[in-house]
Nanobody
Framework: QVRLVESGGGMVEAGGSLSLSCAASGGRIWRVERMGWFRQAPGKQRELVGR???????NYSDSVKGRFTISRDNAKNTVTLQMNNLKPEDTGTYYCTAYIIEDTAFYPARDHWGQGTQVTVSS
């Protein structure tokens, strides 16, 4: 089965930096599109952080523009989120996502999600 495995995260003081990575593997992956990141704070809905569009352009939420950067390695099916100048309001569980097309008609192409990794920013 396809899996998205995240790494990174942790605790940092406001103004600090963290990096998250995510790798897609397993199943019969033929194509990976729209890799990116969402986050969810306690008591709030999951929201977009940054994600590549179908055309490969990065799309960020206004709250992280200029501070966060997503990058990807197409050959390795990985995506990285570099977070700089972190703020307490960036605290939450960060989820990797990707739209994955498998080389089989048995599993339809769909969005997949990682298990989530915690980011905590102290003031």
């Amino acid at each position: 089965q396809v899996r998205l495995v995240e790494s990174g995260g942790g605790m940092v003081e406001a103004g600090g930096s963290l990096s998250l990575s995510c790798a897609a593997s397993g199943g019969r992956i033929w194509r990976v599109e729209r890799m990116g990141w969402f986050r969810q704070a306690p008591g709030k809905q999951r929201e977009l952080v940054g994600r590549f569009t179908h055309s490969g352009d990065p799309n960020y939420s206004d709250s992280v523009k200029g501070r966060f950067t997503i990058s990807r390695d197409n050959a390795k099916n990985t995506v990285t989120l570099q977070m700089n100048n972190l703020k307490p309001e960036d605290t939450g569980t960060y989820y990797c996502t990707a739209y994955i097309i498998e080389d089989t008609a048995f599993y339809p192409a769909r969005d997949h999600w990682g298990q989530g990794t915690q980011v905590t920013v102290s003031s």
